[in-house]
T-cell receptor, first 111, second 111 residues
Framework: EPEVTQTPSHQVTQMGQEVILRCVPI?????FYWYRQILGQKVEFLVS????????KSEIFDDQFSVERPDGSNFTLKIRSTKLEDSAMYFC?????????FGPGTRLTVL | GEDVEQSLFLSVREGDSSVINCTYT??????LYWYKQEPGAGLQLLTY?????DMKQDQRLTVLLNKKDKHLSLRIADTQTGDSAIYFC???????????FGSGTKLNVKP
């Protein structure tokens, strides 16, 4: 069964550094999403991507964040100048018109 | 903005039925979902219901939707210890650009 994959599973970085989180969505899906979950808290929507552009973004998704689909298969989330409060699980998801499937997540730890 | 609310904890005995409840505020919700998250893992799509339905059954899972009261429930029949996890309710308005999650209900199944 096809699944969403994410790399790395765990990323440790120093405050102020840039990180790129990678996702390979399910191949025939058209909608792509990034979410984050701070430990013990709600899953928060960051951004959705459709037809090679951002379709919606939350107030969390400010200029520090960017997304890209560089080669038609990967979907990346770049976080510039990381802050301590960016430490969280970051989930990628992809979907068709009525379903959304999540990857296993990347745990980002900012020291 | 849209709000999805769930109770935080539910404890049941193995073999009993579990009912996890969710309320939402967005009257334009088109699809409503239940996800399961086991410790350290991603979100697994369990089932979903379209807003023009009031019930959906899938093996041990029964979803009930009361659109008038904006209330969604997930019933797990014959609950097993392997069902212990956090269950998230989610909804999306028309367009699938954004999904809103509840804070999750932690289900504890006692042997």
């Amino acid at each position: 069964e096809p699944e969403v994959t994410q790399t790395p599973s765990h990323q440790v970085t120093q405050m102020g550094q840039e990180v790129i989180l990678r996702c390979v969505p399910i191949s025939n899906h058209l909608y792509f999403y990034w979410y984050r979950q701070i430990l013990g808290q709600k899953v928060e929507f960051l951004v959705s991507f459709y037809n090679n552009e951002i379709s919606e973004k939350s107030e969390i998704f400010d200029d520090q964040f960017s997304v890209e689909r560089p080669d038609g298969s990967n979907f990346t989330l770049k976080i510039r100048s990381t802050k301590l409060e960016d430490s969280a699980m970051y989930f990628c998801a992809s979907g068709s018109t009525d379903t959304q499937y999540f990857g296993p997540g990347t745990r980002l730890t900012v020291l | 903005g849209e709000d999805v609310e769930q109770s935080l904890f539910l404890s049941v005995r193995e073999g009993d039925s579990s009912v996890i409840n969710c309320t939402y505020t967005d009257s334009s919700s088109t699809y409503l979902y239940w996800y399961k998250q086991e410790p350290g893992a991603g979100l697994q799509l369990l089932t979903y219901i379209f807003s023009n339905m009031d019930m959906k059954q899938d093996q041990r899972l029964t979803v009930l939707l009361n659109k008038k009261d904006k209330h969604l429930s997930l019933r797990i029949a014959d609950t097993q210890t392997g069902d212990s996890a956090i269950y998230f309710c989610a909804e999306t308005p028309h367009g699938f650009n954004k999904f809103y999650f509840g804070s999750g209900t932690k289900l504890n199944v006692k042997p």
